[in-house]
Nanobody, 121 residues
């Protein structure tokens, strides 16, 4: 029902910035909560940030709070993740997701294919 496509990943130096985009096509994207997750090979997929449309609330994992900002553009059916002050530990594949609001990736219904972020020291 929903097709999500991430873009904006790449390779940057520590301390740099990157802006990730997630474009949604299909019906009802605005009815879902949206989230960003990341995964490193050999580790569990982890919550990064989420946004709930109807109350305009944003939530962040402790390790990105103050550095990353999630936002959305309802007219474009898009959600963004502005990443500043990047650290090598932020290196991962980043995924956008849509579903019932949760920090648990198992509870999301739709996922993009991911975009790679590499932060070098």
């Amino acid at each position: 029902q929903l097709h999500l496509v991430e873009s904006g990943g790449g390779s940057v130096q520590a301390g740099g910035s990157l802006r990730l985009s997630c474009a949604a096509s299909g019906d009802g994207f605005s009815a879902y909560a949206a989230g960003w997750f990341r995964q490193v090979p050999g580790k569990e997929r982890e919550f990064v940030a989420g946004i709930v449309w109807n109350v305009g609330s944003s939530y962040y994992a402790d390790f990105v709070k103050g550095r990353f900002t999630i936002s959305r553009n309802s007219a474009q059916n898009s959600v963004y993740l502005q990443m500043n002050s990047l650290k090598p530990e932020d290196t991962a594949v980043y995924y956008c997701a849509a579903g019932e609001w949760s920090a648990n990736p198992a509870l999301y219904d739709y996922w993009g294919q991911g975009t790679q972020v590499i932060v070098s020291s």
